[in-house]
């Protein structure tokens, strides 16, 4: 059972529970409490995990394991470890010596902060006692930051009947429901080791107080522990746990189920978070995922509610790159977030998505980034005298190639960027005929018949990646990246046509396709790095420097698609050459979930957050919308 096969549970605040199928915890992010404090943000650490044993006339079996320092699995509960599944939840069933076989589950009842685990004796070994024992394992801390030994840790809980209480540091509560009786026997866990953290550069051990023991008699019957953040659901586990499983069962495919899990409560609305273990809400993220997790999987209402809720944020024509969280500044440093939003916007509309009472609203939200760009915003975003958008500013990274070493910008891409261009025009075009005006349609029109004339690289065979770079006429930047798949794929409008569009798509597929994502930058550019590793810098440094992105599989798939004319055939070929990696990769990574990024050559090693949203959105657009 390898670890790194990671699975996740998220309870539709912000907070998850998540975990590897071997039990091993490798991140300091596996836990099985990581509340979401404000939700969706603010995410704490108050059940690391759990340590358990199961006690019969034969001795005692280890139904767990954790990594220490220097290089120790102890307990050994992997070694009896015979299965394990992440549906419809992650269940683990364990061999005995003794005969006996152990299954236990483990979920997280959507809409609440908490977590339901159980064991069952599926098989008894004996007729004499069977008796589990669990330690929880506790901190009270940032789920990005570690815990360690220290005298403020309060072990004493507060017991009433069925509930324990503990409050190990002010305001960081854990309640416990059980079935079981507890005993108290406090101890500190000591130099737990975190093998992502340190292939990440990360500090890597953590120390983890265990205030008692719970003890349970599986001979009689199935064990149930619940922990929570605060006050505990009214449900008892068995029907907590019946009611998760039925409405599970209602999604209408595996792919649409692990969906559900990137959409949150924000305040009185939905939000998509963009990936765990540590991304929360962003713009760019949000309205480039919604396209495929809500449009394609079907989820208008949620589409609706984010496309209001995100209205309101507009600010001199641009949408935050991030949800703004009490008491923080909005970040606005994003040319494209607000033209992916028009663009996300219209679909919606032109699917009846919307009420009457919406279009004010959403009128003015797009009317305003539309304008904003004429007028002119932040950081020199403009519309130029040929209709193009140009943008940046020296120290400040613009576009979805974001990444930054200190001040170091690693692609800025000032200038004009080639997939602005065609979300411009596609945003033009869109709200042109949606809102019936004339003039958008119009300076598409101009923009699009400058992107023609100025884009086009023949030396190359492809399109340039920024005209003007650096805002110098005539100077153009031909290294050879994905971006200019939009111009032909994963838009509403193609910019190119004819031999043009299936030059670029050629050379894109020779050059850049990767069963999981289109490389960043082509082997043999300057900067080229195949391997995305090491601490954060050296992995910042080389985040689009030819890292693969799984996201942009679906603009590739849709302009592969295009240019050859897209009947059934060419989806079949499409589906095996290209899709089909994609979904053996639901099984390798993040369990049911797309990966964020992948090393540019082999074995193409998945990379950053196991579970992404834009991923897996653009998977679920290429299976219900592209390739249907």
């Not at 076989?101 to 070994?125: F, K």
Request: aromatic share 10%; glycine share 10%; hydrophobic share 40%.
């Amino acid at each position: 059972m390898e670890a790194q096969v990671e699975w996740l549970e998220a309870d539709g605040l912000g907070g998850f529970a998540s975990g590897t199928a071997s039990g091993l915890r490798t991140r300091k992010y596996h836990a099985l409490l990581n509340h979401a404090a404000t939700p969706p943000t603010g995410r704490v650490v108050l059940v690391n995990g759990l340590e358990a044993w199961l006690d019969t006339d034969a001795g005692s079996f280890a139904l767990s394991s954790h990594a220490y320092l220097p290089d120790v699995i102890h307990p050994d509960g992997v070694r009896h470890l015979a299965s394990f599944t992440h549906e419809p939840w992650p269940t683990w069933t364990y061999r005995l010596p003794d005969g006996s076989e152990v299954r236990h589950e483990l979920l997280v009842p959507h809409g609440t902060a908490a977590v339901l685990a159980s064991w069952r004796l599926a098989r008894r070994g004996g007729s004499g006692p069977a008796v589990l024992r669990l330690r929880p394992l506790l901190s009270g801390r940032d789920h990005h930051a570690l815990h360690h030994e220290n005298p403020a840790f309060r072990f004493d809980p507060i017991q009433s009947g069925e509930v324990v209480r503990f409050e190990p540091y002010p305001g960081f509560v854990t309640c416990v429901r059980t079935t079981g009786r507890y005993v108290h026997e406090p101890l500190w866990f000591r130099a737990f080791r975190y093998d992502e953290e340190s292939a990440r550069g990360f500090p890597n051990a953590e120390d983890l107080a265990s205030p008692g023991i719970f003890h349970f008699d599986l001979a009689a019957g199935e064990a149930f522990w619940m922990a929570s953040a605060g006050e505990l659901p009214l449900e008892s586990a068995g029907r907590l746990r019946e009611r998760e499983r039925a409405r599970r069962a209602a999604f209408p495919t595996p792919l649409h189920r692990a969906a559900d899990a990137y959409f949150v409560r924000r305040g009185a609305c939905h939000s998509i978070v963009a990936g765990y273990p540590w991304f929360t809400d962003w713009g760019r993220d949000t309205f480039i995922a919604l396209r495929g997790l809500c449009l394609a999987g079907g989820r208008l209402d949620i589409a609706r509610e984010i496309a209001l809720a995100w209205a309101g944020t507009v600010s001199e024509g641009l949408l935050p790159n991030r949800f703004v969280d009490d008491g923080e500044a909005p970040e606005y440093n994003a040319v494209d977030a607000s033209l992916w939003y028009v663009i996300a916007v219209c679909e919606l509309l032109a699917r009846g998505g919307t009420r009457p009472a919406d279009r004010p609203r959403l009128t003015a939200a797009i009317t305003a980034v539309l304008e904003g760009y004429q007028k002119g915003t932040r950081y020199g975003i403009r519309v130029d005298d040929d209709g193009l958008v140009a943008a940046g500013e020296p120290g400040v990274q613009l576009t979805w190639m974001d990444a930054r070493v200190g001040t170091r910008v690693i692609t800025p891409r000032i200038g004009k960027p080639v997939e602005v261009q065609a979300l411009w025009v596609n945003a033009l075009r869109l709200a042109g005929r949606a809102f019936e005006r004339p003039e958008w349609l119009a300076l598409a029109e101009r923009a699009e018949r400058s992107f023609a004339r100025r884009f086009w690289n023949e030396a190359l065979g492809c399109l340039y990646d920024v005209v003007d770079d650096g805002h110098r006429a005539g100077a153009n930047d031909a290294s050879l990246r994905p971006n200019q798949i939009l111009a032909v794929g994963g838009l509403p409008h193609a910019l190119l046509g004819g031999d043009r569009a299936r030059r670029v798509v050629d050379v894109v597929e020779a050059k850049l396709w990767t069963p999981l994502g289109l490389r960043s930058l082509a082997p043999g550019e300057p900067g080229y790095t195949p391997r995305y590793e090491g601490g954060p810098e050296q992995r910042d440094a080389v985040y689009h420097q030819g890292t693969a992105w799984v996201w942009l599989l679906g603009p590739f798939v849709e302009a592969w698609l295009r240019v050859r004319g897209g009947a059934a055939p060419m989806k079949r070929a499409a589906r095996t050459r290209f899709v089909a990696p994609l979904l053996e990769h639901l099984a390798e990574a993040g369990l049911g979930h797309v990966s964020e990024i992948a090393d540019a050559e082999a074995p193409f090693t998945p990379r950053g957050a196991p579970f992404q949203a834009w991923s897996l959105g653009e998977l679920l657009r290429l299976e219900h919308e592209v390739l249907a």
